[in-house]
């Protein structure tokens, strides 16, 4: 049986490795002058050399921190996002709640589950119907003006056609004479009053009210504010451009007048 060779020590070499140890350790050990300075030196030497490794890993840290801090940034960007929207809401509420308490009318609030604005009409549809009392050729408002009316219903939703469709009418009046004319829509929120006579008194900023002439709509409910009237000798009646009341930027509620 083959034996097995053991590595050869070098009895010089271990000899010096021994030698050079007990050697730094009692350099070490000593408090003069000379060893401080070494010492200093020899510490300085280590953290010259120990730098990169120390540099990399502060960088690292750093980054990790950065990534953390970034990411909780994130999350107080979506929540600030968050809070601002619930703060519109509620002060919408509110404008919608001293709304309900200074008006007689009776009526339903809706949410708003659909914009529909392209041909043949611009809509939005709710989400009551027949369900609730709700039926079709109902005002429909917001807190400020008129905003349309209900076209179609289903049990639980109705499609209203908006103030703003090209087919849409409303007779109004306006004035101290309450003189009377008909609100057409133009292009966005502006139209014009159609019908009023020249010699009928009108400043800018004045407000068109629902006449009550029609089955449809109530008396005195907000349609439009005047922008500008123009008087032509060769025209009985004056030329008013108007914009709208009610707004429909943003529109999540509304009131079906019952």
């Known amino acids: 049986m083959p034996r097995t060779r053991v590595p050869f020590i070098n009895k010089d070499v271990l000899a010096l490795l021994l030698t050079l140890f007990l050697s730094v350790l009692l350099l070490f050990t000593r408090t003069s002058p000379q060893i401080r300075q070494l010492k200093l030196q020899f510490s300085q030497l280590?953290?010259?050399?120990?730098?990169?490794?120390?540099?990399y890993n502060q960088v690292f840290i750093i980054r990790e921190k950065n990534k953390l801090l970034k990411e909780q940034l994130i999350q107080f960007t979506l929540m600030n996002s968050e809070l601002e929207s619930y703060h519109q809401e509620n002060i919408r509420l509110k404008e919608m709640l001293n709304f309900t308490k200074s008006q007689?009318?009776?009526?339903?609030?809706?949410?708003?589950v659909n914009h529909n604005f392209g041909l043949p009409t611009n809509s939005i549809t709710i989400d009551i119907g027949e369900k609730d009392g709700v039926v079709e050729n109902l005002t429909i408002m917001d807190e400020k003006g008129l905003l349309g009316k209900t076209i179609q219903v289903g049990d639980h939703a109705a499609l209203i056609q908006l103030i703003t469709d090209k087919n849409f009418r409303v007779s109004i009046r306006i004035g101290e004479d309450r003189a009377l004319g008909l609100f057409i829509p133009t292009h966005g929120k502006y139209g014009l009053l159609e019908g009023v006579r020249k010699s009928m008194p009108l400043t800018e900023g004045e407000i068109a009210y629902t006449s009550g002439i029609s089955e449809i709509y109530p008396p005195n409910i907000p349609v439009a504010r005047v922008v500008s009237i123009k008087r032509d000798e060769n025209n009985p009646f004056q030329h008013i451009v108007v914009e709208l009341v009610g707004s429909l930027e943003n529109l999540d509620y509304v009131f079906v007048i019952l």
């Open 46 to 55: 280590a953290n010259t050399i120990a730098y990169p490794v120390t540099w």
């Open 104 to 112: 007689p009318l009776h009526f339903k609030t809706a949410n708003v």
